[in-house]
Each structure stands twice: as structure tokens, then as C-alpha cells.
């Protein structure tokens, strides 16, 4: 019998009072595949996250995790099983690097025990990982940004989740923090079979780092495929209002190259 897919949308709705941000949105997610998740903004790509993250509730439509309804798995367990990275990694309060990785263990936790040496040890692991192990008793919130967003990302490994919901992870990083940051994503998702859902506003991103992309606009799907078949001037017209060309480059890499608005 074929698993159902790891996460599901079917019709999904979402609004922020009367403005509606998901509008009966159809997604399907496999486990293990990177999904790279593009649009405008105003487009819904946050929402679409936080909805499955439980931080924002949908008004209409349903979800499904694992084929069950998300709305009736407890709490505790999808927090275990789904870690969330937002798209600032600011903290407005001094953290120790190392505890905010513990973080990642509190649905573990039994109430409001102390960390375990065995939580600690899988968060020490978890920082080695991501590279950020000397940065343990350091201030999180006097780091650089990438180091900070690679603590982040050592937070989500501590938590031993199946799916990572990043959004705009390399928003504002330098190129060499974006490039270690992206390493350390690779290798782990590949170590431990994730399943990652990516919003990014980089589109060659996309196209180099994605199994899939979903191209949304107004809170729908317009476009869904893997980045050859998604990702065409066609498909970038309608989502961008911007003429593009897909070429390659030297090493047959495919890119692409913005030509210009399609109106005044």
C-alpha cells in the first residue's frame, strides 16, 4: 500500500482578519523531497508555513499530515515532528547559543523537568553539526546572521524533526555565510531524509537546490512541478509580472536571466 504523502493540502484557506491569504490552496508535499515555495509577496508563501506550523489557523479547507487531519494530532506531537524557523532570527532577549538549541528538546521534556544529559548531548551534536559548537556559551543574540540562523538550524536538528519549514533562510546573509549555511542544510537533509519546505525569493535558488517548486500567486497554486517543469518564462510571467529567460551557463547549469517588466 502506497504512504500517503507527508503533508497535504486540500482547498486550504487562510485569512489575517478580513484579508485573505490562502485561497482554497491544493499542495501536495512527499517525505524526504526539498520544496522550494515562490511568489510575490502578499502571495501567501508565510502563511502556507505558519498554517502548517499551527501558528496561524485555517479558516476553510483541510490539512493532512501523514494522511491524518492536522487538526487531530495533539499538539505536543507535531512539535516533536515539525520545526519552524521564521523569517527574522532576531531575538529581542540575551540567550545563551546552547540553550536556545535545547530549545529544540522541550517537546520532548516531561513538564518543566531540566534538560536531560541526554538532551544535551543531542544538542551539542546538533551545533557540531551546523558548525556553531564554539559559539555554545555565546550571547545568540550578538551573533552574526548567518551565525545566528545556523544556530537556529542546529535547533531543528536537536528537535529531531521530520520537517523543516524554513522561511527566507538566506534573506540578508553575505555570500559566505549563505554558502555555509546551505551546506550545513544539504548535508543534514540528506544525513536524515527531511522533508523541507523552502521560501525563498531566490529563484536560481530554486533551480539548483530544489526537488520540487510550487509558484504561488494570490494565495493559490498557479504553477507546481520539479524546477525544469515549474519554472518557465511562462510560469515567471504570470507570478513576477517580469519577462525572464532560462538559459545555461558555462558548466550547463540552468539560470535565469530577468529581461524586464511585461507592463508600463
Given amino acids: 500500500m502506497t504512504a500517503p504523502p507527508r503533508i497535504e493540502a486540500r482547498a486550504l484557506k487562510a485569512a489575517y482578519g478580513p484579508n485573505p491569504a490562502l485561497c482554497g490552496l491544493d ?53 516533536r515532528r515539525v520545526a519552524y524557523v521564521a523569517q527574522s532570527a532576531d531575538l529581542v532577549f540575551p540567550i545563551r547559543s546552547l540553550d536556545l538549541v535545547l530549545q529544540g528538546r522541550a517537546p520532548h521534556g516531561r513538564g518543566f523537568s531540566a534538560d536531560s544529559p541526554e538532551d544535551r548531548s543531542l544538542a551539542l551534536e546538533a551545533m557540531r553539526a551546523c558548525d556553531v559548537a564554539g559559539l555554545a556559551d555565546r550571547d545568540a543574540s550578538a551573533l552574526s546572521g548567518g551565525e545566528r540562523r545556523r544556530v537556529f538550524l542546529a535547533r531543528a536538528l536537536a528537535q529531531e524533526a521530520e520537517v523543516w519549514l524554513l522561511d527566507e533562510p538566506t534573506s540578508g546573509l553575505d555570500p559566505r555565510h549563505r554558502i555555509d549555511f546551505l551546506d550545513v542544510l544539504v548535508r543534514e537533509h540528506r544525513a536524515r531524509s527531511t522533508t523541507v519546505l523552502l521560501v525563498t525569493h531566490e529563484v536560481d535558488l530554486a533551480l539548483s537546490l530544489a526537488d520540487r517548486v510550487l509558484l504561488l500567486r494570490a494565495g493559490r497554486v498557479l504553477a507546481s512541478g520539479t524546477p525544469q517543469e515549474a519554472l518557465t518564462p511562462g510560469t515567471l510571467r504570470e507570478v513576477f509580472d517580469v519577462e525572464a529567460r532560462v538559459d545555461r551557463d558555462a558548466d550547463g547549469h540552468r539560470r535565469v536571466m530577468w529581461v524586464g517588466r511585461t507592463g508600463p
Fill in 27 to 79: 499542495a501536495v508535499f512527499q517525505s524526504g523531497e526539498i520544496v522550494a515555495i515562490l511568489g510575490e509577496n502578499g502571495s501567501g508563501k508565510s502563511t502556507l508555513l505558519k498554517v502548517i506550523a499551527r501558528i496561524v489557523a485555517p479558516d476553510g479547507g483541510e490539512l493532512l499530515f501523514d494522511g491524518r487531519p492536522l487538526a487531530a494530532i495533539p499538539r505536543r506531537d507535531t512539535a
